[in-house]
């Protein structure tokens, strides 16, 4: 059952988040009077289109990717087998004819609505399963934070300059500054107070710890607390990326740490048959929600770590297009054609060849591994 359950949850986020952001794109090309000649989720074989308002909105066969295909767009080849109503091709409405500002509009829309996406999953999540506060309900006896005064019920606001909303902004905190000597902000019966705190290492696990235990669950929130604890989720996915990143291109990550669609349909499925496994004496309906909060709470993750992704300068990425949109509003005359055609096919080179190691590095991982 997990395995079913696995690929249809797989199929259902990437096709949400792939439209999301291809929709991004669509409304914003839209506004600014860009034809959209196709909108297509999926890739390869076509399974349905209907052309609608001069658009063929289409679904293909590979459920991975997809795009917004606009007038102008030099790659685009009329479909011989449309029928009915025709795809906009009226040269007014092309993408190049319009300004440099609409066009880095479009460019950005798609990031944006993945971040757009990112946020509602986190408030939705919170809704349901309400926060983890940093309100500690106790220190481990001889830790460090017991020896440094903290006690049950302090509320902690920040471990050096670092602001903390939520448990796991602690957790995330310590594994990246591990073993370094922490300034602790913290609120008790009202007042503001700080402590020195030097991890301790742990003797099981190897790792730093401080010593607090965490709080219960708090699930009674009014509809503001919901929507800021929403966009604290929100603001650790975006922090967790970037930070990744950070240390991906300080080389203390590899490319084996990296993962794409492979890896993913790994990870959805050990989610899956992780809760299954939790849940096993529990009804189907309580299991059925567990992994519906834990999927979401990936599908968050994941839209939020595409957004990001599609903003780096790569030429072949949002990014890459934002940027050389970019130096034409600054020398106010666009980018040589040829140029930019020759920085890009080597972006896409470098996409293509970075893909394929994902591929097989997401396929040992997967299926080899012990």
């Avoid at 685009?76 to 609409?102: C, I, N, R, T």
């Avoid at 939520?166 to 402590?195: C, N, P, W």
């Avoid at 991890?199 to 009014?222: C, V």
Wanted: glycine letters at 10%; aromatic letters at 12%; hydrophobic letters at 50%.
């Amino acid at each position: 059952m997990s395995t079913a359950v696995s690929i249809i949850a797989f199929i259902l986020i990437i096709g949400i988040l792939i439209f999301f952001h291809e929709f991004g794109h669509f409304l914003l090309a839209k506004r600014n009077g860009v034809g959209v000649v196709e909108f297509s989720i999926g890739m390869g074989p076509k399974l349905f289109s209907r052309v609608k308002n001069g658009t063929n909105f289409c679904v293909r066969a590979i459920p991975f990717g997809g795009y917004c295909m606009m007038l102008g767009d030099e790659s685009f080849v009329p479909d011989p087998s449309l029928e009915g109503e025709k795809v906009d091709m009226d040269e007014d409405h092309a993408y190049s004819k319009k300004s440099v500002w609409a066009r880095m509009s479009i460019t950005l829309a798609g990031p944006v609505f993945n971040f757009i996406l990112g946020f509602i999953f986190s408030v939705i999540l919170i809704a349901l399963v309400g926060v983890t506060t940093t309100k500690i309900s106790g220190t481990v006896e001889n830790s460090a934070a017991e020896e440094a005064g903290l006690q049950a019920g302090d509320e902690i606001l920040k471990l050096n300059r670092t602001r903390v909303h939520q448990f796991k902004d602690i957790s995330i905190y310590m594994s990246l500054h591990e073993g370094e000597e922490i300034t602790v902000t913290y609120r008790r019966d009202g007042e503001k107070m700080t402590a020195v705190i030097k991890p301790k290492i742990d003797e099981e696990t190897g790792g730093y710890l401080i010593g607090i235990y965490a709080p219960q669950r708090t699930k009674d929130l009014n509809v503001l607390q919901v929507f800021r604890y929403g966009f604290y989720d929100f603001e650790y996915n975006a922090g967790a990326v970037i930070k990744s990143l950070g240390l991906l291109f300080r080389g203390k990550l590899g490319l084996n740490d990296l993962s794409g669609p492979v890896g993913m349909a790994g990870m959805v499925n050990d989610i899956v048959t992780e809760v299954e496994e939790d849940t096993k004496e529990e009804s189907f309906f309580v299991t059925a929600f567990w992994v519906f909060v834990n999927l979401l709470n990936f599908a968050s993750l994941i839209s939020v770590n595409l957004g990001i992704m599609n903003l780096l300068p790569v030429p072949g990425l949002d990014g890459g297009k934002f940027l050389f949109l970019l130096v034409e509003a600054v020398i106010r005359r666009p980018v040589p054609k040829k140029m930019e055609g020759i920085i890009t096919i080597a972006g896409f080179v470098l996409l293509f060849g970075l893909m394929i190691v994902v591929f097989f590095n997401d396929v040992i991982k997967v299926f080899f591994r012990a």
